[in-house]
């Protein structure tokens, strides 16, 4: 899809669509060119955009399934609200599309009902076309793996018949890449390469080759593939972005900083927050503090789950930056949540214990053990020896911490 995206077909269409909005002239459009304008939009993370197009089409054609569904995933993932995606599901006219079967998978992985959901797309892979199973089996795949549920993934991708196809290969080199131990021989990669050389000009092979070796810590390697897709579309956000995070592990903060500032510059509000805390990360690295808490204020009033943004941030600094180095930004983040906040008190314990931070350290682990013992066990027990008392920790010397 993202290879018609950037053909003249579609720029013309999306030039006109936008020149008629500017103007505030009717026009007619295809139920499906809108449908297209509205994943464009989507993908490119400019939800503002993809909403007025979902309004637009929705006005033409109520029951359409594109933009109910694109309300319905706004709904799950930037509102949190499952009821109301599913409210905007059951608007959707024709229920045997394949895009309502995705969004209804997707609500049920929300619901944290995946047997139910892999039973329900399983169903509806029986009915088809035995000619379309394998398109339906890719489609699920590529969900599944959005959502890291690798296992289900390879299952679905078992189902696929033709393992030229090189979306078969893009998913398998990706889930490979990501499983690590499994990726035998490094085969995942293997698979990606095949792909750049079968097809060099497609700029989504590139870039996937270039994520899965940034996952694999080979940031030269990374950063030449993005090179590569940069070449054939100056343009893409994604490359600078990929390239932006390889630099900024080979710890060439000023040339990451410069890559992230220009892709927060283009990039739309779903990626606004996290460009946002790199280009923090970025700022603290080359002793620019100050700057740098600027930076994640401004993440922080872009979201609406803090909690769950603190958590996601936590896990990607923690398992990527020495704890030293991001700890004043993390600490700032996380008293950012407020005196009343029961969560993540163990995990600043840990993060100030790596850090050397031991005053910072018995306070957050006096009030982990206070406010969230559940938590505390969980992500501090392992610290003391077995059998010990929470009540004791704090009289204990604890372990080295894994990230030391």
């Known amino acids: 899809m993202e290879e018609y995206y950037q053909s003249e077909e579609f720029r013309a269409l ?13 026009a007619y459009f295809d139920q499906n060119e809108l449908g297209d304008i509205i994943q464009y939009y989507a993908l490119s993370g400019m939800e ?32 949190g609200d499952v009821a109301k995606a599913e409210y905007f599901a059951d608007l959707v006219e024709d229920k045997t599309d394949w895009e309502y079967y995705y969004l209804v998978a997707e609500i049920l992985i929300h619901k944290d009902q995946l047997e139910r959901m892999d039973s329900f797309l399983r169903n509806c892979f029986n009915d088809l076309d035995k000619a379309d199973q394998d398109d339906f089996a890719l489609d699920v795949a590529e969900m599944l793996n959005d959502y890291r549920l690798t296992e289900l993934t390879l299952s679905w991708l078992n189902l696929v018949k033709d393992k030229q196809n090189p979306d078969y290969k893009s998913i398998k080199g990706q889930v490979l890449v990501n499983l690590g131990s499994r990726d035998y021989d490094g085969e ?41 897709a940069i070449a ?23 040339e990451a900083l410069q890559l992230f500032m220009r892709f927060h510059a283009s990039c ?46 936590y896990y990607a600094v923690s398992d990527s930056f020495p704890a030293k180095q991001v700890y004043p930004l993390m600490k700032w983040f996380f008293l950012a949540l407020g005196e009343e906040n029961k969560l993540f008190w163990s995990h600043m314990a840990l993060m100030s214990l ?3 931070q ?25 610290l003391f020896p077995r059998g010990s008392k929470m009540k004791d920790w704090q009289s204990l010397i604890p372990k080295q911490p894994i990230h030391g």
């Open 14 to 26: 999306l030039s006109h669509y936008e020149n008629i909005v500017k103007c505030g002239k009717p």
């Open 48 to 79: 503002e955009q993809a909403m007025k197009a979902t309004e637009l089409t929705l006005k033409l054609y109520p029951g359409a399934v594109e933009p109910l569904a694109f309300k319905a995933r706004y709904a799950l993932t930037i509102e």
């Open 188 to 228: 995942g990669e293997k698979l990606l390469e095949q792909l750049t050389n079968e097809d060099p000009y497609n700029v989504t092979h590139w870039l996937t080759l270039a994520q899965a070796q940034l996952v694999k810590e080979k940031y030269s390697e990374s950063i030449e593939s993005c090179d590569y």
């Open 232 to 254: 054939i579309d100056p343009h893409n956000t994604t490359a600078v972005y990929i390239k932006a995070q390889a630099l900024l592990a080979m710890e060439h903060y000023e």
């Open 268 to 313: 739309g509000e779903s990626h606004a927050a996290i460009s946002a805390v790199a280009i923090a990360i970025c700022l603290v690295s080359i002793g620019e503090s100050k700057d740098a808490i600027r930076w994640l204020n401004k993440a922080m009033k872009t979201v609406e789950d803090k909690d769950a943004f603190f958590a996601t941030i």
């Open 354 to 356: 790596e850090a050397g």
């Open 358 to 382: 031991q005053d910072d350290y018995q306070y957050f682990l006096g009030q982990a053990i206070k406010r969230n013992p559940d938590e505390a066990r969980v992500m501090l027990g392992g």
